[in-house]
């Protein structure tokens, strides 16, 4: 087993609880031997370990890894980049950054040899990107369906389970530490993208760009959208979906879904994410644990610091060996349109409408509409008062 000599940018959540999760396993022989921050502050660690020059540990050979756990994506991507330029090891758990560079970085590690995992950057605790990799790796999986947020689904537990309001539930996932610095990332959907872009990358073998999947996250629910859920016996989760439609071809989205109770996420609450994977021959299996917080995340950067230890690399197999997939928007869902405004509801191009409702100030429709009609109008509708849903 290698011995790793560890330099860790970023002293946030997940840093501290991976500093704390460290001294605990004794199966690694690794240490930390430098911690680059942006800023003065008192910190529960050795001071001599700390700096702010984020060349002082690219430019240590002694440093074999790199573990990057900052928040800015963009010096993220420098930071990691230069790290296996160099030679080094590099575990980052930047999921904005991984989707938008995996392309490059994959290839920087063909070139150099080095090694980049990122288990840790999607669904927190739970071994998701091995699993996909090492287990799933023939061409049998079908679909992949998950709660891969767990700041959202710890607000939406918040209001169905416990009837509290949005924005408690929200500075409630801010204060213990599992949403982002900037939490819209968390309540758009755009976390929960970039984790599937990636997941589906060592699923199905494709990078797909983030601004080709229609995404719609929970800020527009209101009181309204609540009862009806609740009154047709429905749970409401933020999901992210990549499914297999025809031969090769690939659709995603990340929207709320209404669920029935036989659904496995149906009951994963509070910070909790669940990944079901459906194949052609096994048909469903189920993996469930902490997405977000110090520690069970801050495990998840330590198995991936181990499966360094052992020289462990992803092979990208689907996207090496498989017939490639192609992404499609031709593929329709049934979804619930809650609408104060006839106009706004008139950008959605409907194939078929199954129900309609019109009440005092709020109406809503429920029909089949394709993702590349959903596509189109994202960006806009984004900003109405509309909220949009997957309903059964
Ligand atoms: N903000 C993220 C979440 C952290 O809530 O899931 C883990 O990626």
């Excluded at 030679?87 to 150099?112: D, F, P, R």
């Excluded at 949403?179 to 494709?206: N, Q, R």
């Excluded at 149906?266 to 110090?294: L, P, S, T, W």
Aim: proline fraction near 2%; glycine fraction near 8%.
């Amino acid at each position: 087993m290698k011995k790793l000599n560890i330099g860790l940018y970023g002293y946030g959540v997940v840093g501290q609880g991976l500093y704390t999760v460290l001294q605990k396993s004794k199966t690694v022989d690794a240490k930390v031997s430098a911690i680059c921050v942006k800023h003065d502050k008192k910190r529960d660690v050795d001071e001599n370990l700390i700096t702010k020059d984020r060349s002082l540990i690219l430019n240590n050979d002694d440093i074999n890894v790199v573990v990057e756990l900052i928040d800015d994506a963009g010096e993220a991507y420098q930071i990691v980049k230069e790290a296996l330029l160099k030679g080094k090891s590099v575990v980052s758990g930047n999921k904005a950054m991984l989707a938008e560079h995996l392309e490059e970085l994959i290839k920087i590690q063909e070139e150099t040899g080095s090694s980049l995992l990122y288990d840790a950057s999607s669904c927190g605790s739970i071994p998701v990107i091995r699993n996909l990799e090492e287990y799933y790796d023939n061409d049998l999986l079908v679909s992949l369906t998950g709660i891969l947020n767990g700041s959202s689904n710890y607000i939406l537990t918040q209001i169905f389970r416990d009837g509290k309001d949005y924005e408690t539930a929200l500075k409630e996932a801010q204060e213990l530490g599992f949403a982002e610095s900037d939490p819209s990332f968390d309540v758009s959907g755009k976390d929960s993208l970039f984790k599937l872009v990636i997941l589906t990358l060592h699923a199905f073998g494709i990078l797909v760009h983030t601004n080709k999947v229609f995404r719609f996250g929970i800020e527009n629910l209101n009181d309204f959208d609540v009862k009806y859920t609740k009154e047709k016996g429905f749970n409401l989760k933020l999901v992210a979906k990549v499914v297999k439609v025809g031969d090769n071809k690939i659709a995603m989205y990340v929207m709320p879904t209404m669920l029935t109770r036989d659904k496995y996420i149906y009951g994963v609450e509070d910070e909790y994410n669940g990944v079901v994977i459906k194949g052609q021959f096994y048909d469903k299996q189920f993996m469930f644990g902490k997405g977000a917080g110090a520690y069970p995340t801050g495990s998840a950067v330590l198995s991936d610091i181990t499966a360094l230890a052992h020289n462990y690399k992803y092979e990208y197999k689907k996207r090496k060996f498989f017939k490639s997939n192609e992404f499609t928007g031709d593929y329709s869902l049934k979804i619930y349109l809650r609408f104060d405004n006839k106009k706004d509801s008139d950008l959605f191009e409907f194939e078929e409408i199954y129900e309609q409702y019109s009440g005092k100030g709020t109406n809503y429709v429920i029909g089949k509409i394709s993702l590349k009609n959903l596509l189109k109008i994202n960006d806009k509708i984004e900003k109405l008062p509309v909220f949009v849903s997957v309903i059964p």
